[in-house]
């Protein structure tokens, strides 16, 4: 474990770092254009990671990444259709011109081997025979990634909890209102979305982080000195 000096500094491996504070983004909902001209609304979790919801303003597609480290994408309203959300629910939100774009996207009688797919990488163990259990895997899985509600309320206007199905449908409709023009993206350096870390925050979050790994090297050095003394 890391040894605080007299400077508040730590001692690493025989070596001496300084860490300076930080200012961490929050958990959130975050839009943003990227290059290539793709809105994008990260679903982001400072712990667990982020998902990508993006929206093709040429075809108004909008797809998610729900795996982890990979690109695989899935049409959010295939997706919050199978859950078991109706048409008119998403349309209030969406409105019928991108309902009718997404729908006519994919093919229906490609949804459940879409859905079991990703469902099968998620959990194989769980049923997803139908599309109704594949949908509910996956949104379980994405329901994993929590949010601070007072950056949904800011970002999207409701006070979102975890990326559910509610919140896929408030991302999608902001990243519409930012490809129309009605709502700037979210700016990066915006304080209010960010919290500040000090060196003790982050060594408690990286002892939080790594605890599994660390757990098992101070048991490795504990039993290697057990056989020393024998």
Same mark, same amino acid.
């Given at each position: 474990?890391?040894?605080?000096?007299?400077?508040?500094?730590?001692?690493?491996?025989?070596?001496?770092?300084?860490?300076?504070?930080?200012?961490?983004?929050?958990?959130?909902?975050?839009?943003?254009?990227?290059?290539?001209?793709?809105?994008?609304?990260?679903?982001?979790?400072?712990?667990? /990671?982020?998902?990508?919801?993006?929206?093709?303003?040429?075809?108004?597609?909008?797809?998610?990444?729900?795996?982890?480290?990979?690109?695989?994408?899935?049409?959010?309203?295939?997706?919050?259709?199978?859950? /078991?959300?109706?048409?008119?629910?998403?349309?209030?939100?969406?409105?019928?011109?991108?309902?009718?774009a997404n729908?006519?996207?994919?093919?229906?009688?490609?949804?459940? /081997?879409?859905?079991?797919?990703?469902?099968?990488?998620?959990?194989?163990?769980?049923?997803?025979?139908?599309?109704?259990?594949?949908?509910?895997?996956?949104?379980?899985?994405?329901?994993?990634?929590?949010f601070d509600?007072?950056?949904?309320?800011?970002?999207?206007?409701?006070?979102?909890?975890?990326?559910?199905?509610?919140?896929?449908?408030?991302?999608?409709?902001?990243?519409?209102?930012?490809?129309? /023009?009605?709502?700037?993206?979210?700016?990066?350096?915006?304080?209010g979305h960010?919290?500040?870390?000090?060196?003790?925050?982050?060594?408690?979050?990286?002892?939080?982080?790594?605890?599994?790994?660390?757990?098992?090297?101070?048991?490795?050095?504990?039993?290697?000195?057990?056989?020393?003394?024998?």
């Amino acid at each position: 474990l890391p040894t605080i000096t007299g400077r508040y500094s730590y001692i690493v491996g025989g070596r001496e770092y300084q860490v300076t504070n930080q200012f961490r983004r929050m958990s959130g909902v975050y839009t943003r254009i990227v290059d290539n001209g793709e809105f994008q609304a990260v679903a982001a979790n400072d712990r667990i /990671g982020q998902r990508k919801i993006t929206f093709d303003p040429n075809t108004k597609v909008i797809k998610i990444e729900p795996l982890a480290g990979s690109s695989i994408r899935l049409n959010i309203y295939m997706l919050l259709r199978a859950a /078991g959300r109706s048409e008119e629910e998403i349309t209030k939100v969406w409105g019928a011109g991108i309902v009718s774009a997404n729908k006519a996207s994919y093919r229906e009688n490609h949804v459940l /081997g879409k859905l079991k797919a990703v469902a099968n990488k998620i959990d194989p163990s769980a049923p997803a025979n139908t599309p109704k259990q594949a949908a509910h895997v996956i949104m379980k899985e994405l329901g994993k990634i929590t949010f601070d509600p007072r950056i949904t309320q800011d970002i999207l206007g409701k006070p979102h909890a975890l990326l559910s199905e509610d919140a896929l449908m408030d991302s999608a409709a902001e990243l519409a209102k930012v490809s129309r /023009g009605e709502k700037a993206p979210s700016t990066y350096d915006n304080l209010g979305h960010k919290r500040f870390m000090s060196p003790a925050d982050l060594l408690s979050d990286h002892i939080n982080r790594e605890k599994r790994n660390i757990g098992k090297r101070v048991k490795r050095t504990v039993d290697r000195g057990e056989d020393d003394v024998e």
